[in-house]
């Protein structure tokens, strides 16, 4: 069965330098809780980050996946006076790496949304010069959630350009790291407490419902996200969420559960968990389901399985493993 990942990663190193003291700041011992080498979770070796070629290809064979959708890291905690030019150039890396492998890489955009014009300008480019199919943004920006008014030209333009916002996780805002986060802990437990094993996810299930309270869906009905990690939370609460903020309260459009079915592709993330599965099927519907790893902080070696294992009629999994992302990204079958 072809299989088509969307949160596959890579680092570059110019991007990270210059973001990593923003991300320092916003979590301190984050370097620490995943440096390589540690053998703790999510923390592959520098190689296998910064490959583009033949060895992430030669993995993606063994394990049975077809294409990878490629994105970058870091790029929302770069400083606004270098975010452009850094972009821009990492993008430029990523179209020549689709370029080298078009059967097996597609690519989201980066995006300096330190500079929301040029962050909109830059998503045009690499849409229609470069192919990609959409873009990926890490969390907040200068702390600030998408509905803020001044990121309305990235919104906007990904709307008019019809290609999805992967709402990727980023790490929260310094003043909510200290308050929920920190508090006589061990600050490797504090670092991950905060990212990958809890706030990463809250912040970002927070940052969707926040675009959707806001408005934003009513002002750009046809703007798709994509949430990782089953969703970042939002299906497992969807019912409560909109038994508390029924439209007499928020004066939307819709109630909140119709823009999470029709504005939102969700994908596991890596997390494979048959039970996690079943539940967001019966919730969200197959065709809101996309398939991802996150290569390399997790290996690709329990994606086929997982798949084989899902008790889904066989069309059902078929678009979870391609059908859907070909469909959204306009990816060839």
Excluded at 166 to 180: A, D, F, I, K, Q
Excluded at 230 to 248: N, S
Excluded at 319 to 325: D, F, Q, S, T
């Amino acid at each position: 069965m072809r299989i088509i990942a969307l949160e596959e990663h890579f680092l570059d190193l110019d991007v990270a330098r210059a973001s990593r003291p923003e991300a320092e700041r916003l979590s301190p011992g984050s370097t620490a809780a995943y440096a390589p080498g540690t053998g703790y979770p999510y923390t592959p070796a520098p190689e296998v980050l910064l490959d583009l070629g033949e060895g992430r290809i030669a993995d993606m064979d063994a394990h049975g996946i077809s294409v990878q959708v490629l994105s970058t890291l870091s790029t929302q905690q770069l400083p606004a006076d270098v975010a452009v030019e850094l972009v821009r150039k990492v993008n430029d890396r990523t179209a020549a790496a689709v370029a080298a492998h078009p059967d097996r890489f597609a690519a989201f955009a980066a995006l300096p949304t330190a500079v929301p014009e040029a962050a909109a300008d830059e998503l045009a480019r690499a849409v229609g010069e470069l192919g990609f199919v959409g873009s990926m943004i890490n969390g907040r920006t200068g702390g600030g959630f998408l509905d803020e008014p001044r990121f309305d030209p990235v919104l906007r333009r990904s709307a008019e350009l019809r290609v999805p916002i992967y709402l990727h996780p980023g790490v929260p805002p310094v003043e909510t790291s200290r308050s929920n986060y920190e508090g006589g802990l061990d600050p490797i437990v504090t670092a991950r407490l905060q990212t990958s094993a809890w706030g990463w996810h809250v912040e970002t299930g927070t940052h969707f419902l926040h675009l959707v309270l806001a408005g934003v869906f009513d002002r750009y009905p046809d703007l798709q996200l994509v949430l990782g990690h089953w969703g970042e939370m939002v299906p497992f609460y969807l019912e409560r969420i909109e038994e508390a903020l029924p439209q007499r309260i928020t004066h939307l459009d819709r109630p909140v559960g119709d823009y999470f079915r029709e504005n939102v592709h969700i994908t596991p993330s890596g997390m494979f968990n048959q039970a996690q599965l079943r539940f967001c099927v019966e919730t969200v519907g197959v065709d809101r389901i996309m398939f991802s790893v996150d290569y390399p902080m997790l290996g690709n070696d329990g994606a086929r399985a997982f798949l084989r294992e899902a008790d889904l009629p066989p069309l059902a999994m078929e678009k979870i493993a391609h059908l859907n992302a070909e469909r959204l990204l306009g990816l060839p079958g």
